[in-house]
């Protein structure tokens, strides 16, 4: 398909399965080593400029949205036919239809520092954005919420005749402005759009996974703790010709990087840092 003579790009569900695989799965987590191989199998299997343009999606009008996919995490998102069943509300009587706690909204903005950071072209399903639910389809085609009305509560079941707890449906202010802080960062830097990309630290131990993407010598070093406690990073800098580092993910904090030293970061739970 992508050889020059039919696409362009396509939806890009392999690097949907290994995020799910990585950031969402609990039971069945892979290691950040693990998530290296199969990003470096996925960025292999296709031609270098492909997969600068490949659609880079979290959830669709074909699967469950993001939100329901963290709640509902090990549903085998990489064997559809499986994941089908499981993730639609007929088939699966213990879905859950809820928006989660602050822990699945940590994930969720983990989530979309990865997808608007890594190679490719991001996509937003709408109302991921804003913390929208749902099942798989036609579940997850639920209408847009918007932050100028007001909704009731959300009670109905997808099933029918069965009944679920109500939830308030509005928007999720604190969702959507994460994603317009890091949408913005990406547009403000090239190197998260054109750069070349390198794994710089996998700590299996840890649970932690960073990389560096560079653009006409421009760096961008993006460093994801995925573990559910603070970790201390040693970043090895050696070859790269930085004096100083910004934080743009975190109150443009600065770091000063003596010569071919490590730099130690302290990186939250669930969180980032993104250095420039």
């Given at each position: 398909?992508?050889?020059?003579?039919?696409?362009?790009?396509?939806?890009?569900?392999?690097?949907?399965?290994?995020?799910a695989e990585f950031?969402?799965?609990?039971?069945?987590?892979?290691?950040?080593?693990?998530?290296?191989?199969?990003?470096?199998?996925?960025?292999?299997?296709?031609?270098?400029?492909?997969?600068?343009?490949?659609?880079?999606?979290?959830?669709?009008?074909?699967?469950?949205?993001?939100?329901?996919?963290?709640?509902?995490?090990?549903?085998?998102?990489?064997?559809?036919?499986?994941?089908?069943?499981?993730?639609?509300?007929?088939?699966?009587?213990?879905?859950?239809?809820?928006?989660?706690?602050?822990?699945?909204?940590?994930?969720?903005?983990?989530?979309?520092?990865?997808?608007?950071?890594?190679?490719?072209?991001?996509?937003?399903?709408?109302?991921?954005?804003?913390?929208?639910?749902?099942?798989?389809?036609?579940?997850?085609?639920?209408?847009?919420?918007?932050?100028?009305?007001?909704?009731?509560?959300?009670?109905?079941?997808?099933?029918?005749?069965?009944?679920?707890?109500?939830?308030?449906?509005?928007?999720?202010?604190?969702?959507?402005?994460?994603?317009?802080?890091?949408?913005?960062?990406?547009?403000?830097?090239p190197a998260l759009?054109?750069?070349?990309?390198?794994?710089?630290?996998?700590?299996?131990?840890?649970?932690?996974?960073?990389?560096?993407?560079?653009?006409?010598?421009?760096?961008?070093?993006?460093?994801?703790?995925?573990?559910?406690?603070?970790?201390?990073?040693?970043?090895?800098?050696?070859?790269?010709?930085?004096?100083?580092?910004?934080?743009?993910?975190?109150?443009?904090?600065?770091?000063?990087?003596?010569?071919?030293?490590?730099?130690?970061?302290?990186?939250?739970?669930?969180?980032?840092?993104?250095?420039?």
């Amino acid at each position: 398909y992508l050889k020059g003579d039919e696409f362009d790009a396509f939806m890009n569900y392999p690097f949907t399965f290994t995020s799910a695989e990585f950031f969402i799965d609990r039971k069945n987590r892979i290691s950040p080593s693990e998530f290296d191989k199969r990003l470096e199998k996925l960025r292999n299997a296709y031609p270098k400029d492909i997969s600068y343009v490949m659609q880079n999606l979290l959830s669709s009008h074909d699967t469950a949205r993001l939100t329901s996919l963290i709640v509902n995490p090990d549903q085998n998102f990489r064997d559809y036919g499986e994941f089908s069943n499981r993730s639609r509300v007929g088939a699966n009587p213990d879905y859950r239809l809820d928006r989660g706690d602050n822990n699945d909204l940590a994930t969720h903005k983990l989530l979309v520092i990865f997808q608007m950071t890594y190679i490719g072209a991001p996509m937003i399903y709408y109302g991921d954005e804003v913390r929208m639910t749902g099942a798989n389809d036609p579940d997850c085609r639920k209408p847009m919420l918007w932050e100028e009305f007001n909704y009731e509560d959300e009670t109905a079941h997808p099933a029918g005749g069965r009944s679920r707890l109500p939830e308030k449906n509005k928007v999720n202010k604190e969702l959507l402005e994460h994603y317009k802080k890091l949408i913005k960062i990406r547009n403000d830097y090239p190197a998260l759009r054109r750069g070349s990309f390198k794994s710089v630290y996998i700590n299996n131990k840890q649970d932690v996974y960073g990389f560096v993407r560079e653009y006409k010598k421009e760096f961008i070093f993006v460093i994801m703790n995925n573990s559910s406690k603070h970790q201390e990073v040693k970043l090895d800098l050696a070859g790269y010709n930085v004096s100083s580092l910004i934080d743009v993910l975190n109150e443009n904090k600065r770091y000063s990087v003596a010569v071919s030293e490590s730099l130690k970061l302290s990186v939250k739970a669930r969180w980032a840092v993104i250095l420039t």
